[in-house]
């Protein structure tokens, strides 16, 4: 469970999007590097798992968790 202080809402989140924003925490990543840290967390269909590392972020922007930037 997330508390976002700015919005005030509270969000369900799955245990890989808690494991993506504590890696963002500590600063910009790449996708591929996100994609590394999940498959070396948790057992995941390295066929999928591109595809799902970028829905996961879409999702994640949408709700303000996160926003792009240049790296």
């Known amino acids: 469970m997330l508390f976002n202080s700015l919005s005030g809402a509270t969000h369900l989140l799955s245990p890989e999007a808690l494991v993506v924003l504590e890696q963002l925490d500590a600063g910009p990543l790449s996708e591929s ?8 967390r948790f057992e995941v ?13 879409g999702q994640l922007a949408s709700l303000d968790l996160i926003e792009q930037c240049p790296l």
Not at 33 to 40: C, E, G, P, S
Not at 48 to 55: F, G, K, R
């Open 45 to 57: 269909d390295d066929a999928t798992l591109s595809d799902d590392v970028a829905n996961l972020l």
């Open 33 to 40: 590097a996100l994609t590394t840290a999940l498959r070396d």
